[in-house]
């Protein structure tokens, strides 16, 4: 009786064998090709990368631009020398940013913060000259601002 357990056994492992080889068949030829295509593609990537190194010693540099993204810092010594240079009184200064006169000192003084939107008109007026300045002035209509 050992002997017929035994060849069962024996005929059981070796037909699931058989069976899970067949089926990982497809499988191994899959994972076979995907492996060549991977291979291709890091060749690819390789010789991409080379390119443009190489590319990118031929060209100058492209010249930065601004997107008007930037952060940009606020320092209230700055905006006191940026009035300055400008020539600007604090009430003309707040017409140009869109605040009051008392807001313009209370920057200066450390005492508020202006907020992101109005930094970012700070900054804007920075790259402007006296003329700039005077010309936007007087385009602008004096307004109360509370």
Known sequence: MSNIAGLLKAEIIRLSKKVVKEGLAPIQAATGAHRQQLAAMKRQMTELEHEVRRLQRVLPAPAKQRTGDEKHRFVAKGLRSLRTRLGLSAE????????????????????????????????????????EIRARLEQRPAVAVA
Request: proline share 5%.
């Open 92 to 131: 003309d200064l707040g017409q140009l940013v869109g605040v009051s006169a008392q807001t313009v000192y209370n920057w200066e003084q450390k005492k508020t913060t202006p907020r992101p939107e109005q930094v970012m008109a700070i900054a804007h007026l920075r790259g402007l000259g006296k003329r």
